[in-house]
Each structure stands twice: as structure tokens, then as C-alpha cells.
């Protein structure tokens, strides 16, 4: 049972990666064949699919009753989102930040995170027994996801975000191809995330740790490596645009579209001990763009260096309260 739980595992976090991919390049592909623009697509389909790893694990937890595990990987995916994967990027190369990222999105990913703890802590802000992100919390995060896909756009139509989307080559293929990968890559994502849950759930039980340790520890990371590949891909080719976009993106595609779905379907029961995670959220964000402003609208190799540093800290953190 060990063994078979630990390869299931891990091909669950292939199939979850490898899924996600399909499901883009598929969608992608049909997209650009219907005439519908390179950019537009890549501000949906695109995005969309480096936050369904997240999304799908999140489905699954929730429909099971796992809800500390669903939240846990929204949150532990946004910290490692900032913490590891910015700053793996910036020790490969130095990041330049335009001024639309310091002013909007970063500010915008600041605004969901806080919304979260709003609706969140019924217990701390309404004085009830039990704090909950119920179906209309999660539909009025829809609305502010909405809210910033209606910004993309308009940015889209400005031309502000034409650099950032200059590396996605859409490869037209034959419709039967690109259907393929779409359902190859549905399946994927559906199978992958079903055994990484189980997985959790299995190794949380037989150490002894909390499935919110699981899903801010190693689920997190798993399903930050659609994430994790492009940032390293946009460092090396120098496209400063494309690593920052992507995790700020990220970060607000998981709360407001991701923990929101999920909750809009499914009630999530919140564990206050989660608000020491929101408060890193919060934190690191905040520590951004401050570290941005104060280094000429860059993010230098030592702060990436500061930041790879801070997430192995905040993990030894988490193993201790776990």
C-alpha cells in the first residue's frame, strides 16, 4: 500500500503537469483555428491552464470533505508562487518590473488575498462558531476575478500586454489533434489530481500532520510546477514581463477564480490557524513591491536569493507547527 500510494503520487503530479499542458496547447490551437487572437487566448486559455492543477486538486479535496486541504494549496501555492518560483527566476536573471505590474496587478493580487480574509473569518469579524467560505463568498470573489479579466482586456485592446504574451507561438494542427489533447488533457488533470489528493490524505494520515500541512507543503509545490517551468523558460530567455506576470497572475487566478469555484460549489470550513498563512500571503506581496520600489523597479539576483531563503525558512516553520 506504501509503495503503490507513493507512485500514484508522484505519476499524479506528471499527470497533473503533462495534463495541463495538453489541455492548453489543445485549446490554444482550436482557439487560433475559430480566428479568435493569440493574446486573447493567452490571457484565457493559457492562464487558465497554469492554474488548473489547482483548480482540479481543489474540485476533488472539497467534494471530499478535505477542505484545509483545498484551502492550504491555494494559499501554499501563492506563497511559493512569490517566495520560490520569483526567486528561483531572479537568481537566473535579474528582473526589470514595469510600472503597469507595480501599480495594478501586484496591488489587485494584494486586494483578492485581503478579500479572502474577509469572507473567510465569520468566527473573527461576525462573532460566529464556525468560519466559512460559503457559496455566495465565493461568488462575490468571482465577481472582483471578473473584475480583473475585464482590466486584462482592456489592457489587452491598449497594447500594454502585447510583450508579455510575444512568447506564446500558438501552433495550429489538424482538429482531430487538438480535440485529442484537449480530452487527453481533461483526463490527465482529472486522474492526476484524484491520486495526488488521495496521496495527501494517505501520508498525512500515517505521519500524523493535518491535511492544510499537505496542501501549504507538498501539494503546493506540485501543482506550482506549470508555474515553476514557465518562470525558469521566461528568466533564461531574459522576459522579465513574463516571469513576474505569470506568478502575480497566478496568484490571483488561485484565489479569486480557483478557491472561488470551489467554494461557490462546495462550502469550505476555515481553520483560523490559516490565517498565519494568509498573513504570509499578505506579507510577501507587501515585501515585493517594496523590495521593487527600493531597487530601481528590480528585482535583483540577492533579493532572489532572499526570497529562495525566506520559503525553506517558512517551510521549517510549517513542519514545526505541524
Known sequence: MMWTSIILFIAGFVLLVKGADLLVDGAASIAHKMGISSL???LTVVAFGTSAPELVV?????TGGNTDLAIGNVLGSNISNTLLILGVAALIYPITVKEGLIWKEIPFSLLAVIVLFL???DSLIDGMDVSQISRSDGLIMLAFFILFVAYLLNAAKSGVLDKKLDHEKIQEKPGWISFSQ?????????????WIVDGALYFGEQLGVSQALMGLTVVAIGTSLPELATAIVAARK??????????????IFNILLVLATTASITPLTFSVELNQDITTVVSTTILLLILILSNGKKIARWQGGLFVGMYVVYLAYLIFRG
Not at 58 to 62: G, K, Q
Not at 182 to 194: E, P, S
Open 182 to 194: 484537449v480530452v487527453a488533457g481533461i483526463i490527465g488533470l482529472t486522474l492526476g489530481g484524484k
Open 238 to 251: 531574459q522576459h522579465a514581463d513574463i516571469v513576474l506576470g505569470n506568478v502575480i497572475g497566478s496568484n
Open 119 to 121: 469572507v473567510a473569518n
Open 58 to 62: 481543489n474540485l476533488i479535496a472539497s
Open 40 to 42: 486573447i487566448v493567452g
